[in-house]
Protein backbone atom coordinates (compact mmCIF):
# COMPACT_ATOMS: atom_id res chain seq x y z
CA UNK A 1 0.00 0.00 0.00
CA UNK A 2 1.10 3.46 -0.67
CA UNK A 3 1.58 6.05 2.00
CA UNK A 4 -0.59 8.33 0.19
CA UNK A 5 -3.52 6.37 0.26
CA UNK A 6 -3.01 6.15 3.71
CA UNK A 7 -2.57 9.65 4.43
CA UNK A 8 -6.00 10.16 2.78
CA UNK A 9 -8.05 7.73 4.72
CA UNK A 10 -6.42 9.11 8.00
CA UNK A 11 -7.52 12.25 10.13
CA UNK A 12 -4.87 14.72 11.17
CA UNK A 13 -5.08 13.86 15.12
CA UNK A 14 -4.78 10.08 14.04
CA UNK A 15 -1.49 11.10 12.12
CA UNK A 16 -0.17 12.60 14.76
CA UNK A 17 -0.55 9.97 16.92
CA UNK A 18 0.54 7.06 14.19
CA UNK A 19 3.99 9.43 13.85
CA UNK A 20 4.36 10.12 17.36
CA UNK A 21 3.47 13.32 19.36
CA UNK A 22 7.07 14.01 20.15
CA UNK A 23 8.35 13.77 16.90
CA UNK A 24 6.52 16.90 15.19
CA UNK A 25 6.91 20.72 15.49
CA UNK A 26 4.34 22.71 16.94
CA UNK A 27 3.80 24.04 13.54
CA UNK A 28 3.40 20.54 11.93
CA UNK A 29 0.91 19.64 14.23
CA UNK A 30 -1.70 22.89 13.75
CA UNK A 31 -1.22 22.49 9.93
CA UNK A 32 -2.23 19.23 7.65
CA UNK A 33 -0.01 20.81 5.09
CA UNK A 34 2.98 20.76 6.71
CA UNK A 35 2.09 17.56 8.43
CA UNK A 36 1.66 15.57 5.00
CA UNK A 37 4.99 17.62 4.05
CA UNK A 38 7.55 16.49 6.87
CA UNK A 39 5.26 12.50 5.92
CA UNK A 40 6.93 12.59 2.82
CA UNK A 41 10.10 13.79 3.76
CA UNK A 42 10.43 10.62 6.18
CA UNK A 43 10.34 7.11 5.26
CA UNK A 44 10.05 6.33 8.84
CA UNK A 45 6.93 8.73 9.19
CA UNK A 46 5.33 6.89 6.01
CA UNK A 47 5.56 3.62 7.03
CA UNK A 48 3.83 4.50 10.78
CA UNK A 49 1.30 6.20 8.56
CA UNK A 50 0.57 3.16 6.31
CA UNK A 51 0.58 0.74 9.42
CA UNK A 52 -1.95 3.12 11.28
CA UNK A 53 -4.05 2.95 8.53
CA UNK A 54 -3.89 -0.61 8.12
CA UNK A 55 -4.68 -1.30 11.76
CA UNK A 56 -7.77 1.49 11.36
CA UNK A 57 -8.65 -0.42 8.21
CA UNK A 58 -8.46 -3.98 10.20
CA UNK A 59 -10.71 -2.36 12.88
CA UNK A 60 -13.57 -1.50 10.42
CA UNK A 61 -13.59 -4.91 8.77
CA UNK A 62 -13.90 -6.29 12.98
CA UNK A 63 -16.32 -4.08 13.65
CA UNK A 64 -18.72 -5.06 10.52
CA UNK A 65 -17.78 -8.95 10.86
CA UNK A 66 -19.15 -8.09 14.92
CA UNK A 67 -22.06 -6.26 13.62
CA UNK A 68 -23.35 -9.00 11.12
CA UNK A 69 -22.61 -11.98 12.84
CA UNK A 70 -25.16 -9.83 15.86
CA UNK A 71 -27.42 -9.15 12.90
CA UNK A 72 -27.43 -12.90 12.38
CA UNK A 73 -27.62 -14.21 15.88
CA UNK A 74 -30.63 -12.02 16.38
CA UNK A 75 -32.40 -13.29 13.29
CA UNK A 76 -31.86 -16.64 13.70
CA UNK A 77 -33.47 -16.58 16.86
CA UNK A 78 -30.18 -17.59 19.51
CA UNK A 79 -30.57 -16.14 23.33
CA UNK A 80 -28.69 -16.14 25.88
CA UNK A 81 -28.99 -19.85 27.79
CA UNK A 82 -29.68 -18.03 31.35
CA UNK A 83 -32.99 -16.38 29.90
CA UNK A 84 -35.92 -18.35 29.45
CA UNK A 85 -37.35 -17.60 25.74
CA UNK A 86 -41.00 -18.68 27.25
CA UNK A 87 -41.19 -16.22 30.09
CA UNK A 88 -39.29 -13.26 28.93
CA UNK A 89 -41.87 -10.70 28.26
CA UNK A 90 -44.99 -12.16 28.78
CA UNK A 91 -48.48 -10.47 29.03
CA UNK A 92 -49.37 -10.17 32.26
CA UNK A 93 -52.99 -10.46 33.75
CA UNK A 94 -55.35 -7.89 33.33
CA UNK A 95 -56.15 -7.69 37.06
CA UNK A 96 -52.70 -6.71 37.31
CA UNK A 97 -52.90 -3.81 34.42
CA UNK A 98 -56.12 -2.49 36.38
CA UNK A 99 -54.13 -2.32 39.92
CA UNK A 100 -51.11 -0.63 38.09
CA UNK A 101 -53.39 1.79 36.07
CA UNK A 102 -55.66 2.73 39.28
CA UNK A 103 -52.76 3.46 41.64
CA UNK A 104 -51.12 5.58 38.89
CA UNK A 105 -54.06 7.72 38.43
CA UNK A 106 -54.69 7.94 42.18
CA UNK A 107 -51.35 9.66 42.68
CA UNK A 108 -51.14 11.56 39.62
CA UNK A 109 -55.00 12.55 39.24
CA UNK A 110 -55.76 16.54 39.30
CA UNK A 111 -57.04 15.85 42.75
CA UNK A 112 -53.70 14.57 43.63
CA UNK A 113 -51.75 17.27 41.77
CA UNK A 114 -53.58 20.32 43.57
CA UNK A 115 -51.01 22.75 45.47
CA UNK A 116 -51.68 22.91 49.22
CA UNK A 117 -50.21 25.57 51.47
CA UNK A 118 -48.89 24.58 55.26
CA UNK A 119 -49.87 26.57 57.82
CA UNK A 120 -46.50 25.82 59.73
CA UNK A 121 -43.88 26.31 56.92
CA UNK A 122 -45.38 28.70 54.45
CA UNK A 123 -44.09 25.77 52.03
CA UNK A 124 -46.44 24.29 48.82
CA UNK A 125 -46.85 20.59 48.59
CA UNK A 126 -48.86 18.58 46.39
CA UNK A 127 -51.86 17.91 48.60
CA UNK A 128 -51.25 14.03 47.96
CA UNK A 129 -47.58 14.89 49.87
CA UNK A 130 -50.26 16.80 52.97
CA UNK A 131 -52.45 16.11 55.84
CA UNK A 132 -55.41 18.09 56.23
CA UNK A 133 -55.46 18.99 59.90
CA UNK A 134 -58.57 21.36 61.72
CA UNK A 135 -56.28 24.07 63.38
CA UNK A 136 -58.43 24.46 66.37
CA UNK A 137 -57.68 20.51 67.36
CA UNK A 138 -54.62 20.60 67.43
CA UNK A 139 -52.35 20.10 70.37
CA UNK A 140 -49.48 22.27 71.68
CA UNK A 141 -50.15 24.58 68.83
CA UNK A 142 -47.90 27.46 70.76
CA UNK A 143 -45.11 25.05 69.15
CA UNK A 144 -45.67 25.98 65.88
CA UNK A 145 -45.61 29.59 66.35
CA UNK A 146 -43.01 31.59 64.74
CA UNK A 147 -40.62 33.25 67.21
CA UNK A 148 -38.09 34.58 65.21
CA UNK A 149 -39.65 36.71 62.83
CA UNK A 150 -42.73 39.01 63.45
CA UNK A 151 -43.46 39.80 59.89
CA UNK A 152 -42.92 36.11 58.62
CA UNK A 153 -45.67 34.45 56.06
CA UNK A 154 -45.74 31.38 58.54
CA UNK A 155 -46.82 33.74 61.36
CA UNK A 156 -49.24 35.65 59.11
CA UNK A 157 -50.97 32.54 57.65
CA UNK A 158 -51.14 31.08 61.57
CA UNK A 159 -52.56 34.44 62.53
CA UNK A 160 -54.82 34.35 60.14
CA UNK A 161 -56.13 30.90 60.53
CA UNK A 162 -56.65 30.63 64.29
Known amino acids: MHYLQALQGLTVKELIHAIGNDQLSAREKRSRELLEEAI ?16 KEKG ?33 DEKVINEATQTFIDHTGNDQMKQSICVVCAGE ?3 SDTDLHILDQLKHKDCLQSVTCTSCP ?5 NVAV
Not at 44 to 52: I, K, M
Not at 63 to 91: M, S, W
Open 60 to 92: REEEEQRRVKRCRFLQEGYFHPRIDNEDFATCV
Open 40 to 55: HNSFDFQTSVVGAYEE
Open 154 to 158: TLVLW
Open 125 to 127: FFK
